[in-house]
């Protein structure tokens, strides 16, 4: 059984950063994408960043401020985000990619407000 989990997630006033984590344990190899999406209150979720054999694709309301990074080796996807804005608040999972099936994470929450 596959089981991401996300940490790093809470509060934080707008300006500031934190550091998303999320790791994989069970029967999961040869990773071929992991990313990062988010869910506010009320909307659809949105893709915010991947990461797939090296390259890097952002969401344009989050370039210049987010970093994506992954360790194949660990199962482990990081979001760096920093300069976060209010609107920003959302419930943030992780999803990876093995042999064509997709499997996510139970998301984080972040909320950015002084």
């Known amino acids: 059984q596959v089981q991401l989990v996300e940490s790093g997630g809470g509060l934080v006033q707008p300006g500031g950063s934190l550091r998303l984590s999320c790791a994989a344990s069970?029967?999961?190899?040869?990773?071929?994408?992991m990313g990062w999406y988010r869910q506010a209150p009320g909307k659809q979720r949105e893709l915010v960043a991947t990461i797939t054999g090296g390259s890097t694709n952002l969401a344009d309301f989050v370039k210049g401020r987010f970093t994506i990074s992954g360790d194949n080796a660990r199962n482990t996807v990081y979001l760096q985000m920093a300069s976060l804005k209010p609107e920003d608040t959302a419930v943030y999972y992780c999803?990876?990619?093995?042999?064509?099936?997709?499997?996510w994470g139970q998301g984080t929450r972040v909320t950015v407000s002084s």
């Open positions: 999803k990876m990619i093995c042999f064509g099936r997709a499997y």
């Open positions: 069970g029967s999961i190899s040869s990773i071929s994408s």
